[in-house]
Protein backbone atom coordinates (compact mmCIF):
# COMPACT_ATOMS: atom_id res chain seq x y z
CA UNK A 1 0.00 0.00 0.00
CA UNK A 2 1.31 3.35 -0.64
CA UNK A 3 0.95 6.65 1.30
CA UNK A 4 -1.64 8.36 -1.20
CA UNK A 5 -4.07 4.74 -0.14
CA UNK A 6 -3.83 5.91 3.46
CA UNK A 7 -6.15 7.69 5.06
CA UNK A 8 -5.40 10.87 7.66
CA UNK A 9 -6.64 11.04 10.94
CA UNK A 10 -7.82 13.89 13.35
CA UNK A 11 -8.53 14.16 17.10
CA UNK A 12 -9.61 17.06 18.90
CA UNK A 13 -9.03 17.85 23.36
CA UNK A 14 -12.31 19.66 24.46
CA UNK A 15 -13.08 22.02 27.10
CA UNK A 16 -15.06 18.85 28.67
CA UNK A 17 -17.48 16.37 27.66
CA UNK A 18 -20.58 18.35 27.43
CA UNK A 19 -22.09 17.97 24.24
CA UNK A 20 -24.28 21.38 24.50
CA UNK A 21 -21.50 23.61 25.58
CA UNK A 22 -17.84 22.55 25.13
CA UNK A 23 -15.68 23.95 22.48
CA UNK A 24 -12.56 22.74 20.86
CA UNK A 25 -9.52 23.39 22.58
CA UNK A 26 -6.44 21.81 20.66
CA UNK A 27 -6.64 19.71 17.44
CA UNK A 28 -4.36 17.36 16.19
CA UNK A 29 -3.79 15.85 12.41
CA UNK A 30 -1.99 12.87 11.31
CA UNK A 31 -1.57 12.94 7.46
CA UNK A 32 -1.10 9.62 5.24
CA UNK A 33 2.93 10.37 5.77
CA UNK A 34 2.84 10.65 9.03
CA UNK A 35 3.57 14.07 9.46
CA UNK A 36 1.83 15.52 12.50
CA UNK A 37 0.09 18.87 12.97
CA UNK A 38 -1.10 20.50 15.60
CA UNK A 39 -2.88 23.48 16.96
CA UNK A 40 -3.96 25.06 20.09
CA UNK A 41 -6.89 27.00 20.33
CA UNK A 42 -7.62 29.93 21.80
CA UNK A 43 -11.05 30.16 23.10
CA UNK A 44 -14.35 32.44 21.11
CA UNK A 45 -16.05 34.78 22.77
CA UNK A 46 -18.79 33.23 23.05
CA UNK A 47 -16.92 30.33 24.24
CA UNK A 48 -17.56 29.98 28.35
CA UNK A 49 -17.43 26.24 29.21
CA UNK A 50 -14.67 24.68 31.13
CA UNK A 51 -13.98 21.49 32.75
CA UNK A 52 -11.27 21.41 35.90
CA UNK A 53 -11.42 17.14 35.32
CA UNK A 54 -11.40 17.42 31.77
CA UNK A 55 -8.07 20.21 32.18
CA UNK A 56 -6.39 16.97 35.27
CA UNK A 57 -6.70 14.68 31.97
CA UNK A 58 -5.34 16.61 28.95
CA UNK A 59 -3.11 18.96 31.17
CA UNK A 60 -3.95 21.98 29.37
CA UNK A 61 -5.06 25.38 30.99
CA UNK A 62 -7.89 28.24 29.71
CA UNK A 63 -5.15 30.20 30.86
CA UNK A 64 -2.69 28.51 28.14
CA UNK A 65 -5.18 28.39 25.57
CA UNK A 66 -5.82 32.16 25.91
CA UNK A 67 -2.02 33.15 25.86
CA UNK A 68 -1.12 30.06 23.49
CA UNK A 69 -3.74 29.46 21.66
CA UNK A 70 -4.00 30.32 17.76
CA UNK A 71 -7.76 31.96 16.45
CA UNK A 72 -10.17 29.60 15.60
CA UNK A 73 -10.49 31.15 12.07
CA UNK A 74 -6.85 30.56 11.35
CA UNK A 75 -7.16 27.09 12.59
CA UNK A 76 -9.87 26.21 10.70
CA UNK A 77 -8.47 28.08 7.69
CA UNK A 78 -5.23 25.74 8.21
CA UNK A 79 -6.93 22.92 8.40
CA UNK A 80 -8.91 23.63 5.15
CA UNK A 81 -5.00 23.94 3.69
CA UNK A 82 -4.26 20.94 4.91
CA UNK A 83 -7.39 18.51 4.47
CA UNK A 84 -9.55 18.14 1.23
CA UNK A 85 -10.96 14.57 1.42
CA UNK A 86 -12.11 12.37 4.45
CA UNK A 87 -10.31 12.62 7.50
CA UNK A 88 -11.04 10.21 10.29
CA UNK A 89 -11.70 9.54 13.54
CA UNK A 90 -12.43 7.33 16.77
CA UNK A 91 -15.09 9.48 18.78
CA UNK A 92 -17.37 10.08 15.74
CA UNK A 93 -20.13 12.05 18.12
CA UNK A 94 -18.14 13.98 19.68
CA UNK A 95 -15.36 15.10 17.51
CA UNK A 96 -17.89 16.05 14.73
CA UNK A 97 -19.60 18.35 17.42
CA UNK A 98 -16.60 19.75 17.89
CA UNK A 99 -15.29 20.54 14.52
CA UNK A 100 -18.67 21.86 13.88
CA UNK A 101 -18.40 24.57 16.41
CA UNK A 102 -14.74 25.22 15.19
CA UNK A 103 -16.17 25.92 11.46
CA UNK A 104 -18.96 27.71 13.31
CA UNK A 105 -17.27 30.06 14.92
CA UNK A 106 -14.70 30.71 12.32
CA UNK A 107 -17.80 31.38 9.58
CA UNK A 108 -16.26 29.10 7.14
CA UNK A 109 -17.35 25.76 5.91
CA UNK A 110 -15.03 22.79 6.06
CA UNK A 111 -13.57 21.49 2.59
CA UNK A 112 -12.91 17.71 3.88
CA UNK A 113 -15.58 15.25 5.26
CA UNK A 114 -14.62 13.75 9.02
CA UNK A 115 -15.81 10.26 8.87
CA UNK A 116 -15.38 7.22 11.91
CA UNK A 117 -12.58 4.64 11.27
CA UNK A 118 -15.19 2.19 11.78
CA UNK A 119 -16.53 2.82 8.26
CA UNK A 120 -12.87 1.98 6.61
CA UNK A 121 -12.67 -1.56 8.92
CA UNK A 122 -13.86 -4.65 8.48
CA UNK A 123 -15.41 -6.62 11.29
CA UNK A 124 -13.02 -8.55 12.16
CA UNK A 125 -10.53 -5.19 12.05
CA UNK A 126 -13.21 -3.44 14.28
CA UNK A 127 -12.90 -6.04 17.09
CA UNK A 128 -9.40 -5.94 17.06
CA UNK A 129 -8.96 -2.49 17.12
CA UNK A 130 -9.22 -2.07 21.35
CA UNK A 131 -6.68 -4.37 21.81
CA UNK A 132 -4.37 -3.17 19.14
CA UNK A 133 -4.67 0.59 19.79
CA UNK A 134 -3.33 -0.40 23.38
CA UNK A 135 -0.19 -2.03 22.15
CA UNK A 136 0.44 1.15 19.77
CA UNK A 137 0.09 3.17 22.97
CA UNK A 138 2.53 1.15 25.03
CA UNK A 139 4.84 0.32 22.02
CA UNK A 140 4.82 4.25 20.73
CA UNK A 141 5.00 5.88 24.60
CA UNK A 142 3.33 8.55 24.34
CA UNK A 143 1.12 10.51 26.56
CA UNK A 144 -2.29 10.33 25.36
CA UNK A 145 -5.22 12.94 25.78
CA UNK A 146 -3.33 15.30 23.28
CA UNK A 147 -4.52 15.71 19.88
CA UNK A 148 -1.31 14.97 17.84
CA UNK A 149 -0.22 11.91 19.65
CA UNK A 150 -3.91 10.79 19.75
CA UNK A 151 -4.15 11.38 15.79
CA UNK A 152 -1.07 9.39 15.43
CA UNK A 153 -2.00 6.69 18.09
CA UNK A 154 -4.98 6.02 15.36
CA UNK A 155 -3.22 6.25 12.67
CA UNK A 156 -0.70 3.38 13.40
CA UNK A 157 -3.47 1.71 15.37
CA UNK A 158 -5.34 1.61 11.70
CA UNK A 159 -2.12 0.70 9.74
CA UNK A 160 -1.44 -2.45 12.33
CA UNK A 161 -5.06 -3.71 12.11
CA UNK A 162 -4.99 -3.56 8.13
CA UNK A 163 -1.64 -5.72 8.44
CA UNK A 164 1.02 -3.42 7.17
CA UNK A 165 3.74 -2.84 9.78
CA UNK A 166 4.41 0.12 11.86
CA UNK A 167 5.38 2.91 10.29
CA UNK A 168 9.23 3.81 10.74
CA UNK A 169 10.91 7.32 10.44
CA UNK A 170 7.67 9.46 11.30
CA UNK A 171 8.27 13.11 10.01
CA UNK A 172 7.16 15.41 13.54
CA UNK A 173 5.95 18.70 12.05
CA UNK A 174 3.92 20.01 14.36
CA UNK A 175 2.16 23.74 13.70
CA UNK A 176 2.92 26.37 16.37
CA UNK A 177 1.29 29.62 16.51
Known sequence: MNVSDRPAFIDFEA???????????????????GTLHSWLIAPH??????????????????????????????VAYELNQLL??????????FDSFWLHRLFRAARIRPTFLLESVSSI???PQVQQWA????????????????????????QETWR??????????????????
Do not use: M
Request: hydrophobic letters at 40%.
Open 15 to 33: SSLDLIASYPIEVGVSLPD
Open 121 to 123: LSA
Open 84 to 93: NDAVYCDAWT
Open 45 to 74: VLWQDWSESAEAIHGISRETLCAEGRKVRD
Open 131 to 154: ETRQRVIESLGLPVHRAANDALIL
Open 160 to 177: RVCGEAPAQNLQYRVARP
